[in-house]
């Protein structure tokens, strides 16, 4: 083991959280030395490894941008053009010298006696373990397992003759020209990958159990447009366009509590009317869930519904009953040929990138504790998880998040204390314990899952992750740092 290297704050992750942590640590804290550890060769996180095709947000990049550094490009942007985005941030920033890749963590332990995490480091390169200690340690990993998808266990699955490849784990050599494809799954994966491979297929299928919300629109910003005609400087347009697309978005999630029946018809008749008037857009587009309970996947340009009126795709509602050696063959007794299925069925939930945590020698289980803020968590000193939206871009959490840890940290050097745990007050004694989401309000699959292994929640906001954007950007940068929650030694 090689000698232990200190750094004031540890960031874990060279992802959109990672990177966005470094820069809020290194412009409202110059004076904290930090690193950031990442297991990939580069940075990216999920929009490196992801290499499938058409791989792009759904989210725009006016908010999945970052508040600091203007996006200059289409909204809706395709996995190279974040890398290029984030590339450019690490320059400007100044950051290339504090991440270490091919540094994966393999443990974290927190030592009261000293203030201090030691943390456990595979260096996958040489195969060297290291140590670093640091004082406060700042969760940038994710929320899903980066080495494998979810795909669930259906019978007969041995039998089948072709390939059978999770969106995550994509490679170069799968080949699809002139091939029958089947997608399993409906989701914001299949609305990508479905539209950036029909034209090379010679057919592609997409299997449903039960429909998703799609809204649609041009790959465009109309406003953004034309502030640019008016040679308005890209920093301002960056702000307008965010503020605007914030007020949009915001009115979409109000419609969506208070008149969800009338969100949903508008959804619906937009898709109705990007295909032939007799499609059976009850059965294929027609979800049995509000709109916003699973986030709404956006389709550029509609591109997915042209490929089905071109007829290069098509949408089955049904269920599998087998794997066949051919296919597969539906509850309904139809069978689905193809060459090559790709299982777009989602992710698995990881919490806290499975890293062992022990915390003066007790190993943490983090479904027995509370979540200060959707951050911190009960009993667990100086670590925060960067936990973004998922209604709303991931960096708006990023952006807010980098405020109060620096505000955090700020504080405590101020007040000469090297500890900072969440815990519990007198007055939240009889405060009902729930999980980490509630279901009625948001219930995706992958979430729903793994909810088990996810800190709980209060019913206050101190104890929540509020997944509301635009309550939180009211309350988190003035949120009291001394209200009992957290307390410091
Ligand atoms: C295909 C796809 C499209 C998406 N599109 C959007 C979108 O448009 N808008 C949106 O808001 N959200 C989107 N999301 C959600 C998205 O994951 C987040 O928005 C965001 O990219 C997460 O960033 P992150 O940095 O927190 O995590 P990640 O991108 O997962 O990065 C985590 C990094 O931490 C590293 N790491 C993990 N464990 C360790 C360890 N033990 N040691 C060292 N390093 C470690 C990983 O290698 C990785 O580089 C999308 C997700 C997927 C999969």
Redesign the pocket.
């Known amino acids: 083991m090689k000698n232990k290297s200190y750094v004031d704050v540890l960031i874990?992750?060279?992802?959109?959280?990672?990177?966005?942590s470094a820069v809020h640590l290194c412009n409202q804290l110059p004076t904290k030395s930090f690193v950031v550890?990442?297991?990939?060769k580069t940075?990216?996180?999920?929009?490196?490894?992801?290499t499938?095709p058409g791989?792009?947000?759904?989210?725009d990049l006016y908010?999945?941008g970052y508040r600091f550094k203007p996006w200059t490009g289409a909204p809706?942007a395709t996995?190279a053009q974040i890398m290029k985005y984030m590339g450019e941030v690490i320059d400007e920033h100044g950051l290339a010298k504090h991440i270490r890749y091919q540094?994966?963590?393999?443990g974290a332990s927190w030592s009261s006696a000293d203030n201090l995490w030691t943390v456990d480091?595979l260096r996958t390169d040489t195969n060297e373990k290291v140590q670093y200690t640091t004082n406060f340690l700042w969760m940038?990993?994710?929320?899903?397992k980066?080495s494998q998808g979810y795909t669930p266990e259906w019978p007969g699955m041995d039998k089948y003759k072709g390939r059978i490849v999770h969106?995550?784990t994509w490679s170069n050599d799968i080949d699809y020209k002139d091939k029958n494809v089947l997608v399993i799954g409906s989701g914001?994966?299949t609305a990508?990958i479905v539209p950036a491979m029909a034209a090379d297929c010679k057919h592609i299928t997409v299997l449903q159990r039960s429909p998703t919300y799609f809204w649609t629109g041009r790959n465009a910003n109309d406003l953004a447009d034309t502030l640019r005609q008016l040679e308005i400087n890209e920093e301002w347009i960056h702000e307008i366009v965010r503020r605007k697309v914030l007020f949009d978005q915001q009115a979409v999630t109000k419609l969506a509590s208070e008149e969800p029946e009338f969100l949903k018809k508008t959804l619906i008749d937009n898709v109705r009317s990007l295909l032939d008037p007799d499609y059976d857009v009850d059965k294929h587009f027609t979800p049995k869930y509000r709109p916003w309970q699973q986030r709404l996947a956006f389709v550029p340009d509609g591109d997915l519904f042209a490929g089905i009126k071109s007829g290069k795709a098509s949408m089955v509602t049904d269920e599998i009953e087998s794997f066949t050696e051919n296919g597969v063959l539906l509850k309904s007794g139809e069978e689905i040929g193809a060459d090559l299925i790709i299982t777009a069925t989602g992710?698995n939930l990881?919490v806290l990138?499975?890293?062992p945590f022990v915390v003066d020698g007790k190993a943490v289980d983090f479904a027995q504790t509370v979540t200060y803020r959707g951050m911190m968590f009960t009993g667990v000193p100086n670590m925060a998880w960067?936990?973004?939206?998922f209604r709303?871009?991931?960096?708006l959490r990023?952006d807010l998040m980098g405020d109060f840890i620096c505000r955090l940290l700020q504080h405590m050097d101020e007040t000469h204390s090297h500890k900072v745990t969440p815990q519990l007050r007198p007055q939240d004694a009889e405060m009902p314990i729930g999980s980490w989401m509630d279901p009625e309000n948001f219930n995706p699959n992958y979430l729903m899952r793994s909810q088990h292994l996810m800190p709980k929640r209060g019913n206050v906001s101190e104890w929540q992750h509020n997944q509301d954007y635009w309550v939180e950007r009211e309350i988190l940068p003035t949120a009291s740092l001394v209200d009992g929650c957290l307390t410091y030694s």
Do not use: C, N
């Open positions: 874990v992750g060279a992802g959109i959280s990672g990177i966005g550890l990442e297991a990939f940075f990216g996180g999920t929009w490196h490894m992801h499938y791989i792009r947000s759904d989210s908010t999945f809706i996995a540094h994966k963590i393999t480091v940038g990993q994710g929320y899903y980066h969106p995550q914001a994966t990508t992710f990881s990138g499975e890293i960067v936990f973004g939206y709303a871009s991931w960096t990023v």
